[in-house]
């Protein structure tokens, strides 16, 4: 079993920055790869960014490509993700999500998924 918590959304004005954590525990935090996904209201849940057991693998989506970066420190058992240059239509709940599969070429995947925290809000303001 693996219980992960999100913290760090609020309400930012566009162009603003917000960092997101995520800590985990349960089952030992090296041995998965992390993601985060958002939801916005009325969409369905789309993939943000994904980072490797060691960290030294990333993926973004497009969209959030060169505004946002994922972040993992194992010896503290969390994963974060700065986002900078925030635009309204970045505004959802975002969560934290991990999983035991093979880390790969669908990291962009809710399937690839084990588990999956509880989301926290981020609302950008024009």
């Keep these: 079993q693996v219980q992960l918590v999100e913290s760090g959304g609020g309400l930012v004005q566009a162009g603003g920055s917000l960092k997101l954590s995520c800590a985990a525990s349960g089952r030992t935090f090296s041995s998965s790869f992390m993601g985060w996904f958002r939801q916005a209201a009325g969409k369905e849940r789309e993939f943000v960014a ?3 057991r060691s960290g030294t693998g990333t993926n973004y989506a497009a969209s959030v490509k060169g505004r946002f970066t994922i972040f993992r420190d194992n010896a503290k058992n969390t994963v974060d993700l700065q986002m900078n240059s925030l635009k309204p239509e970045d505004t959802a709940v975002y969560y934290c999500a991990a999983s035991f599969q093979t880390w790969g070429s669908h990291s962009n995947s809710r399937s690839q998924y ?4 509880q989301g926290t809000q981020v609302t950008v303001s024009s």
């Design 50 to 52: 994904a980072i490797s």
């Design 114 to 117: 084990d588990y999956w925290g």
